[in-house]
């Protein structure tokens, strides 16, 4: 989400006659699009923005402009503790950038903004075959950990029009795959329904792939699985985030769902199908987390067998409920639960992906990293990273194109393939 509201500040800036340049040292004007998510997110932060003094006293006409999540939080407490700050901007208004650049007075933009999903912002990406769409902004759901309700604000969906003609205008530009955003996008709500959006998105001339994040396990339809059944572009791949194996800590996490209700709704996916890949979000450590509460969730790692995990130790969060719950636990417990989660995981990784080992995969590949242009890479439909040796092949690959490669090794996050066919 923060990646592409920052391609879409580029893309305001660059209307105004910006360039991007590759490092602050050369820059007119250096913005920094903030994360709270977690503490070590902030931290980050709060680290690069000491680093940037100095720049700025060495250059006094370098602006400096706060955005996302942090500045939402913090507001005008930024410009009082850091006075090198010249504007803050909170993620609901990305569209002031210009203005709010261009103003002494008002130096700060973190108020409400109904009209988010009705505005068009120009975008400037990153990528030149794979593309983010924002398909709702925002979020309702108060998880008790969790800080976005509050940075983000309250949840608003784009009508669809707006979103299928600009999936269109990227299909002409030559984007293959598109990713539809949203922080729970199974509870879109506009003229249509999700799973009718991505039958309407699997539709459209030229685009290869669409993908979403992220579904609310709440939220998951019989409608949406049948959807991801059926549309051919919609990619086998899921990410379910569950947060923990114990029902007692996903009541406390407000997450509105039992653990056997997470199963059934798991089983119901893998039954319609059953080449899917499911990922998740695992937090270790919330409060009033027992040994057993751990264990229940070790075991739910072993029983649904994840494709993979993004796994964390939670952390406080200020101003949302479980940040004043009883039960914190200490640091070192945190982080003992989360290697063992991390470790459990890792060696299910590896078993399901050596189980490719010798198949015929079809997949995309990517925009070739800058630091390593030789080597080429793309994902499979179930969003696993292949890397691919060439044949000699590689003058006539470009970014984008479908290739079916056979699996010739499986590391434990990544694969190697050759290729057997394709550009398809
Ligand atoms: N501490 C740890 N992890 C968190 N997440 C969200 N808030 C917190 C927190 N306070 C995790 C959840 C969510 C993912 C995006 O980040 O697992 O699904
Ligand atoms: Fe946070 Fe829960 Fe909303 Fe996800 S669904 S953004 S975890 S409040």
Redo the contacts with the bound molecule.
């Keep these: 989400m923060n990646v592409h509201d920052s391609e879409k500040m580029s893309g305001i800036l660059k209307g105004e006659g910006y360039i991007e340049v590759d490092s602050a040292q050369d820059a007119d004007l250096v913005i920094f699009n903030t994360c709270s998510?977690?503490?070590k997110a902030e931290q980050k932060f709060y680290s690069e923005l000491g680093r940037i003094k100095e720049l700025k006293k060495r250059k006094p006409g370098l602006t400096i402009a706060v955005a996302g999540c942090i500045a939402q939080q913090e507001g005008k407490n930024i410009l009082k503790r850091v006075p090198y700050v010249d504007h803050v901007m909170g993620p609901q208004n990305i569209h002031m950038v210009r203005d709010i650049l261009k103003s002494n007075i008002n130096r700060i933009a973190i108020d409400d903004n109904p009209l988010i999903a009705d505005t068009e912002l120009p975008v400037e990406r990153k990528d030149e075959v794979r593309a983010w769409i924002n398909i709702m902004y925002e979020c309702n759901n108060f998880?008790s950990?969790?800080?976005?309700p509050y940075t983000r604000g309250r949840e608003r969906s784009r009508p669809s029009s707006a979103i299928l003609s600009e999936i269109k205008g990227l299909a002409e530009k030559g984007y293959v795959e598109v990713t539809l955003l949203g922080q729970n996008v199974n509870s879109y709500a506009s003229d249509i329904s999700f799973p009718q959006l991505l039958k309407a998105v699997d539709k459209i001339e030229g685009i290869r792939r669409v993908r979403f994040v992220?579904s609310h396990p709440k939220d998951l339809s019989d409608d949406l699985i049948a959807a991801i059944r059926d549309c051919e572009k919609v990619c086998k791949h899921i990410h379910l985030?569950l947060?923990s194996g114990s029902t007692k800590i996903l009541s406390l996490m407000n997450r509105k769902y039992e653990y056997n209700d997470y199963v059934h709704k798991v089983n119901k996916i893998r039954k319609e199908i059953p080449k899917i890949a499911i990922t998740s979000?695992?937090?270790?450590g919330?409060p009033d987390e027992t040994v057993e509460d751990h264990r229940l969730t070790i075991k739910a790692l072993h029983d649904i067998e994840f494709d993979g995990i993004?796994?964390?130790?939670?952390?406080?969060?200020v101003g949302?409920s479980?940040a004043t719950m009883l039960g914190q636990l200490e640091d070192s417990i945190k982080l003992s639960r989360l290697n063992e989660i991390l470790e459990v995981q890792n060696d299910i990784s590896e078993r399901k992906n050596k189980a490719l080992l010798n198949t015929l995969q079809e997949i995309l590949l990517e925009t070739p990293n800058e630091k390593d242009p030789q080597k080429m890479s793309g994902r499979t439909q179930t969003n696993k990273t292949v890397s691919i040796s060439l044949n000699g092949k590689h003058r006539t690959l470009k970014p984008g194109d479908l290739l079916n490669v056979r699996i010739i090794k499986a590391n434990r996050h990544s694969l190697d393939g050759i290729i057997e066919e394709g550009p398809n």
């Design positions: 998510i977690r503490q998880c950990y969790c800080i976005v992220t985030p947060q979000d695992i937090i270790a919330f993004f796994a964390f130790h939670y952390s406080v969060r949302t479980a």
